[in-house]
């Protein structure tokens, strides 16, 4: 335990977290949910849902409390509580799979806005905003920058966090490499071109990367095993 930590306090879930000192995280009373990481200008919170263990993380501005969920994936009920928990303000989804939206409906429904892309809006059940590439998101004083990734599926699109060293990747890119490209939408050679010129090619080596599915890594992690992943094809 670092000095002047309060022991009551929650830990970083993430791997590439480092301690937190801070006294004033809120703790929603959510099964599942926990503090995933943390800076002195946003928080991160994830829960795992659904079938296919899905993360949902909902990014919080530290200094003004408003947040932003990412992917309303599944257990509407939960995902529901945490929004109202953590002012959620509206909802991003970082692409169209059925499993990442099936909490669709009851976000719009309890009034909170959905974004996504043009792209993959078709297969969503309804949505109220279309996101674009290279824009920039206020989630209260904080800036979240649009990265669209197609390949995953036509529309997919990540999210970086300005001042801090975070990218929500959907399921464009995992620890050991991109997506699956099988589904309809979906394109291997599209993915790689994504990865490679759009993620390793502009941001630094720790950055944290946060997908869809599993655990953390990083860009520098990553970005050695392009080739690899080019040559054995998936």
């Known amino acids: 335990m670092i000095p002047d930590m309060d ?20 703790r929603p009373a959510v099964p599942g949910v926990a503090l995933h990481w943390c800076d002195e200008q946003a928080e991160i919170h994830r829960i795992v849902v659904g079938d296919f263990e899905n993360n949902v993380f909902v990014l919080r501005c530290r200094q003004t409390g408003q947040s932003v969920l990412i992917d309303a994936a599944n257990e509407h009920d939960k995902l529901l509580e945490l929004c109202r928990a953590l002012d959620v303000q509206s909802v991003l989804e970082t692409h169209g799979h059925w499993d990442h939206i099936q909490a669709v409906p009851a976000v719009r429904e309890a009034g909170y806005r959905v974004a996504v892309t043009a792209d993959d809006a078709a297969m969503l059940p309804s949505y109220d905003d279309l996101l674009e590439d290279e824009t920039v ?64 090619a502009p941001l630094p080596a720790d950055t944290i990367v946060m997908p869809g599915h599993g655990l953390d890594t990083t860009i520098g992690a990553e970005r050695p095993k392009l080739d690899e992943w080019v040559d054995r094809g998936w």
């Open 137 to 200: 998101l206020e989630v209260g004083r904080l800036r979240l920058h649009t990265i669209c990734t197609p390949g995953h599926t036509p529309g997919s699109i990540c999210f970086r966090l300005e001042g801090s060293p975070i990218l929500f990747s959907g399921d464009t890119l995992f620890p050991g490499g991109p997506g699956n490209t099988t589904f309809e939408g979906g394109d291997f050679s599209t993915i790689i071109g994504s990865i490679d010129r759009r993620l390793f």
């Open 7 to 26: 022991p009551d306090q929650p830990t970083p879930t993430s791997p590439h977290a480092g301690p937190c000192s801070h006294h004033d995280h809120p």
